[in-house]
């Protein structure tokens, strides 16, 4: 769900960074927010998986890529 402020981070979206765990593959049962950037790259170049957990990895990669994981700091 999108923030009323495009501007303005969802908080909803940021704890769930923080709280759900990767579900699958290498980084199975690492939480998303603890995912390296190369991984996040790979999914960016073969796909990211469909549904929230894409959305959510999508966002991750965009966080991680401009240098904005202070915004999770504080919901760890």
Do not use: H
Request: aromatic letters at 10%; one cysteine or more.
């Amino acid at each position: 769900m999108m923030s009323a402020d495009p501007l303005k981070p969802n908080p909803d979206v940021l704890l769930e960074l923080v709280r759900m765990k990767m579900p699958f593959g290498k980084y199975k049962d690492r939480l998303l927010c603890d995912l390296p950037v190369s991984y996040l790259e790979w999914f960016q170049q073969k796909g990211f998986p469909k549904g929230k957990l894409g959305e959510l990895l999508q966002t991750l990669y965009v966080i991680k890529l401009n240098g904005l994981e202070y915004l999770l700091k504080p919901l760890r």
